[in-house]
């Protein structure tokens, strides 16, 4: 059965069911099991322990009822407990760790803070900071965002004003340390948003030096949509007994996300994505590199579509202006790279285009999630060229997708309205463990050739000589080595080789 998120706040099974895969929940509501699904008690953010000014700035926001991390999480932080919770983008992390921190922040000192929020990507940050804005004027706290590509004075003259929660990307806030524009001996909350991609990013010795500078007792809540590597050595060093919390799987909680596979020729790519966008009222499409969201933006400029472009090249000022113009609707179509697969959160994006197939399962769970957020409706579509097959192929088999590729031209009917379309479905390719307890040879999930054998395509294999007739075959079976002829010796001088002196 599915149902989106407010279904599973709302449905008492599945509610009780979401705290089954809770580790470890002390301060988790229970529901009467004798209630029925009308008569089932929807925790409140009052019932969560959130103060009443704030619980009527949510209000005045349209937001009355928490979402399922926040009911895990919130009663935690606001005990002073740190936390490490694992739940996808887009599942309501930033009001999680948000509203605690507005609830237990005081005024602070200049340069001073009593609460940062380290988090990958200068998006992320802004997006952070905005959706706090609103709420922390019923407070009265002071919040601000820090990354590069902005002024750093002008961001060391906003923390010497007073500041009491700093948003900021790990390399920007080392330098404000290093300059002597931030003091971190009154820090009493440390968040880590989406901790895995700061380690995928390499940011984690910029994250160590930062919370090394914290030598006091502090709180520290994690959040990440995985705690392997270097996450679950971030959380061994710097949690003391943290209270784990985990918010369902990645697909089974996005139940309204349509995924379809459309095959298509490198020459009709681009009519393809054009006759996709056209239909849609928000789409965003995913590229490997910068100069490829460059050239694509442009074409379906000349196509008609208005797009634009977001990837990390771009000046902090041209990111902003693209997204600004994305979220408003003047510009319906964005094309980015990566750096927008998480920390972009932009309402009614109902199509998300993998125009280049992701490098993986985790990559493409990621940009999957801008769209179907929340409960929402939304439609994933991937683009698989000829030669992207075994690729992609993998990518479902990994990410549990049974959707199959289909092949369309840039006129196909359907390319009008693919959630109203029900593609057909093909048995997911057994993993590499499998087909070897199955007897068959496994296979690699690696998308170079899988054998050296593939590399030397054009080269014929060795075939052992024959032998002629009247002589023995070698006995290892390899071909008798042919005869070297040498050039004749030189004559030698009659004094060569003699003492010359």
Partial sequence: MRCSETDLLRSPIHYGDLFLLTLETPATPTIAPS??????????FASLGIAPDLATALAASGITEPFPVQVLTIPDALAGRDICGKARTGSGKTLAFGLPLLQLVSKSKPCRP????????????????RALAPIAVARRVRTTAIYGGASLNRQADVLRAGVDIVIATPGRLNDLLDRGALNLNEVRVVVLDEADQMADMGFMPQVERILGRIEHQHQTLLFSATLDGDVDRLVKRHQDNPVHHEVVSEDENIPTMEHRFVGVTTENKVDVAVAITASANRSLLFVRTQRAADRLSRELVIAGIRAGALHGGLSQPQRERALRAFTSGMQPVLVATNIAAR???????????????????????????????????????????????????????????????????????????????????????ARPQQAAAAGGQPRSDSWEPRRRAENFGGRRSWRPAVAPAGTAAPRSGRPAPRPVSRPAARPQPENAGRNRW
Avoid: F, N
Wanted: glycine share 6%; charged share 20%; proline share 9%.
């Fill in 114 to 129: 009593q609460s940062i929020v380290l988090v990958p990507t200068r998006e992320l940050a802004g997006q952070i900071a």
């Fill in 343 to 429: 920390g972009i959160h932009v309402d009614g994006v109902d199509i998300v285009v993998h125009y280049d197939p992701p490098e993986d399962a985790k990559t493409y769970t990621h940009r999957s999630g801008r769209t179907a957020r929340a409960g929402a409706e939304g439609v994933v579509v991937t683009l698989v060229e000829p030669a992207l097959v075994s690729h992609v192929a993998m990518l479902r088999r990994h990410a549990g997708i049974r959707e199959a590729v289909v092949q369309m031209t840039p006129d196909d009917p359907r390319l009008k309205d693919l959630a109203a379309w029900t593609p057909p479905m093909s048995e997911p390719a």
């Fill in 35 to 44: 209630l029925s699904a009308d008569d089932a008690v929807v925790p409140s």
